[in-house]
């Protein structure tokens, strides 16, 4: 069973900032992980497959990065509509999340 | 455009068995791969279990003894059954589009709250 932890839980943040969101696996996973964004009440929507391709449609302020057992996710300048929940998924072995990383409104 | 829409009860009482359907359109089910993904209010997401429509099936370990996932592609319809359900089991439960088959997650539906009570 792969474990998937994300760091941090929360993150407060102003637009404009450079944002990094870090996720952690158990064992070694390649470059098999994905990364979503969810708003309250919305289903997650992916931004970010196989650790560092970029979802058509998506902003190209969002970037992936990692391999193995360590991952990030950045938002190289934070937009009024990214205040949201962020999401990886390991999918090496069978489907697994991260608990989320909430970024907020400084 | 495509799309996924579940349905299905919202309250189930304790022990009996929830029952949810997504209707695809858009697409054919029987390109793709589906799966049936959960939230508890104010929880992270847990994988349920994943289906082609030729039948392969794969379950999250730590449901597979109470979960059956199934397609229909005449009615270009998935379904998700959970048997015995406790109040751990109340959740929002999304259905989700796999278009490459690398069992991350393109497209979701909306979802839908499911409570489960006595």
């Known amino acids: 069973d792969i474990q998937m932890t994300q760091s941090p839980s929360t993150l407060s943040a102003s637009v404009g900032d450079r944002v990094t969101i870090t996720c952690r696996a158990s064992q070694s996973i390649s470059s098999w992980l994905a990364w979503y964004q969810q708003k309250p009440g919305k289903a997650p929507k992916l931004l970010i497959y196989k650790a560092s391709s970029l979802e058509s449609g998506v902003p190209s302020r969002f970037s992936g990065g990692g391999s193995g057992t360590e991952f990030t996710l950045t938002i190289s300048s934070l937009q009024p509509d990214d205040f949201a929940t962020y999401y990886c998924q390991q999918y090496n072995s069978y489907c697994g999340f991260g608990q989320g990383t909430k970024v907020e409104i400084k | 455009q495509v799309q996924l829409q579940e349905s299905g009860p919202g309250l189930v009482k304790t022990s009996e068995t929830l029952s949810l359907t997504c209707t695809v359109s858009g697409v054919s089910i029987s390109n793709y791969y589906w799966s049936w993904i959960r939230q508890p209010p104010g929880k992270g997401l847990e994988w349920i279990g994943y289906i082609y429509y030729s039948g392969n099936i794969n379950y999250n370990p730590s449901l597979k003894s109470r979960v059956t996932i199934s397609v229909d592609t005449s009615k270009n319809q998935f379904s998700l059954k959970l048997r015995s359900v406790t109040a751990a089991d109340t959740a929002v439960y999304y259905c989700?589009?796999?278009?490459?088959?690398?069992?991350?997650?393109?497209?979701w539906g909306r979802g839908t709250l499911v409570t489960v009570s006595s």
């Open positions: 989700a589009l796999d278009f490459r088959g690398y069992w991350y997650f393109d497209l």
